[in-house]
């Protein structure tokens, strides 16, 4: 089952803060998170593992609370180049590697 | 290093023609993904394979669907007969087993069935 993002979509102005969340209703073994650009591959972001660890790339950080079943990417003074589309995959259990990708987050942020 | 090799990037083709994607993993990883990925169902993951073997094929729309790996750098994913609905664009993805890691996306393939 698809993990659910919220919100679908955010606009910011350069310098802003935004918060991205993810929602399993099956208990999880990992997030991995993946941005997007318009015409391009998702990249990706990074990883957090069950245990509660918070991550973090430059200004972009990312939670993730097994218990609740969910994760949140940070996104800190954003620049022009964070817009995108970005995603969550969900891994279930350890046994597999199958990612299942939550619908999106697209980010616009303007000058 | 060469990232994950997709041919080709673009294939305009008419309903009932047999399309065939293709895909090189990056070199060393041993699991392989397709995804589909649409504006109205977002990013679907049809099939991955384990050490050239089809692990879970649930996300395969329907018998006109089918993929191969006949060895560690090469997959093919094949549509016959395509239909309109088939358009979309379709990533290869390929990561180390061991553990787990990040994906590498090939560039897409932006199919177009008219």
């Known amino acids: 089952q698809q993990p659910v993002q919220s919100p679908q979509a955010v606009i910011l102005r350069e310098g802003e803060d935004a918060v991205i969340n993810c929602s399993s209703s099956?208990?999880?073994?990992?997030v991995h998170w993946y941005r997007q650009k318009h015409g391009e591959a998702p990249v990706f972001l990074m990883i957090?593992?069950?245990?509660?660890e918070q991550k973090g790339h430059e200004k972009i950080s990312a939670s993730f609370n097994e218990k609740k079943q969910q994760s949140s990417l940070y996104l800190t003074a954003s620049q022009l180049s964070y817009s995108g589309t970005y995603f969550c995959?969900?891994?279930?259990?350890?046994?597999?590697?199958?990612?299942?990708f939550g619908g999106g987050t697209r980010l616009m942020v303007k000058p | 290093d060469a990232g994950v090799i997709q041919s080709p990037r673009h294939e305009v083709t008419e309903m009932g023609q047999e399309v065939t994607l293709r895909c090189k993993p990056i070199?060393?990883?041993?699991?392989l993904f397709w995804y589909r990925q649409t504006m109205m169902r977002g990013l679907e993951l049809l099939i991955y394979?384990?050490?050239?073997?089809?692990?879970?094929d649930s996300g395969m729309p329907e018998d006109r669907f089918s993929a191969k790996m006949p060895n560690a750098s090469f997959s093919t994913l094949k549509i016959q007969p395509s239909e309109p609905r088939d358009s979309a664009v379709y990533f290869c993805?390929?990561?180390?087993?061991?553990?787990?890691?990040?994906?590498?996306f090939g560039p897409g393939t932006r199919l177009t069935v008219l």
């Open positions: 099956k208990a999880l073994y990992s």
């Open positions: 995959g969900t891994v279930n259990n350890n046994a597999g590697n199958m990612l299942t």
């Open positions: 394979f384990n050490n050239n073997v089809p692990i879970d």
């Open positions: 993805a390929s990561r180390r087993l061991a553990g787990d890691n990040e994906q590498f």
């Open positions: 957090l593992l069950k245990g509660g």
């Open positions: 070199s060393g990883h041993n699991s």
